[in-house]
């Protein structure tokens, strides 16, 4: 079986895309014993930093992978304090990517391409997208198959979602991508409000059975990213790490199940 691809994506920020993308795949490495991939496409190099690895002085991160025939996947390719958990860095390099790419008529491609080598290697390459959308966010859509949208419960957050299916409908229709879909919506930053709750009963009824249980408001879990730490290296008791374990769950569970229409 060639490895399942899992996107984080939103094109909001803060919306904890890199948390999930992080906890999740060190609990499908540490907890299920897969062998995962966390690939970070984002400039503010977060995915590593939240694994206390500092991606500021490496002399080769992911830009370099999609931009350098030279470089491989393994130059660029670290061990974490979670076993069986790789991890690609990246950098502020990364927002030179598109002028980099220029006219390639491939340039949505490379990222899947240069994964290649990975599909046999792996159970899991798992994605960490930047809060916008561009290239860089169209290249993860057609390296992915499977997609999770983080939604912070605010107002606004209906917008990024509906903004997140068009995303997706386009890389289907431009790229002869049938496979890829939205498997699970994960509302975060939750906190019982009104507007909370009026925001969860929405992505319920836009996304049956693939919103996942929301991911509460946890101090516990914002302090495990500053110690760059996982939740499960810091606090694997904690409410936080109940939380995140039955999102990673849901988030394995969901890709199983046949493509949503
Ligand atoms: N459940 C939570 N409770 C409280 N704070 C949280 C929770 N989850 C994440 N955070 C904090 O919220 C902030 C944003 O989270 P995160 O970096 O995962 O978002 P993001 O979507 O990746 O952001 P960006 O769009 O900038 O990449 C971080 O400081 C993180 O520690
Ligand atoms: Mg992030």
């Known amino acids: 079986m060639p490895a399942r691809r899992v996107a984080f994506i939103n094109e909001k920020g803060g919306t904890c895309k890199t948390t999930l993308a992080v906890n999740v795949a060190a609990y499908l490495a540490e907890k299920k014993k897969k062998r995962v991939l966390l690939v970070d496409l984002d400039t503010q190099g977060h995915a590593g930093k939240s694994l206390g690895l500092d991606p500021r002085g490496l ?20 061990p974490t304090a ?27 491609r490379r990222l899947a391409t240069r994964l290649t080598p990975a599909l ?26 499977e997609v999770v949208v983080p939604v912070a419960t605010t107002y606004l957050a209906l917008d ?32 019982k409000t009104q507007l909370a709750d009026e925001v969860l009963a929405k992505l319920e009824e836009y996304f049956p059975k693939r919103t996942a249980a929301p ?36 988030v394995d569970r969901a890709g199983k199940t046949a493509p949503a229409k």
């Open 59 to 78: 002399a080769k991160n992911v830009f370099h992978l999609l931009t350098d025939a030279n470089v491989s996947l393994d130059d660029v390719t670290l």
């Open 120 to 145: 046999d290697r792996y159970d899991f390459i798992l994605f960490d997208a930047p809060p916008s959308l561009g290239l860089t966010t169209t290249n993860i859509l057609v390296a992915a198959e």
């Open 160 to 191: 990024g979602c509906s903004e997140m299916v068009d995303t997706v409908a386009d890389v289907k229709a431009n790229f002869q991508h049938e496979t890829l879909r939205i498997t699970l919506v994960v509302p975060t930053l939750y906190r």
């Open 82 to 108: 979670t076993a069986n958990l790789m991890l690609v860095p990246s950098w502020k390099e990364m927002a030179e990517f598109p002028t980099v790419a220029g006219p390639d008529p491939q340039r949505a």
């Open 215 to 250: 991911l509460a408001l946890s101090v516990t879990i914002d302090e495990a990213q500053s110690h760059g730490k996982t939740i499960w290296e810091y606090a694997p008791w904690s409410r936080g790490a109940t939380m995140l374990q039955s999102i990673a769950e849901a």
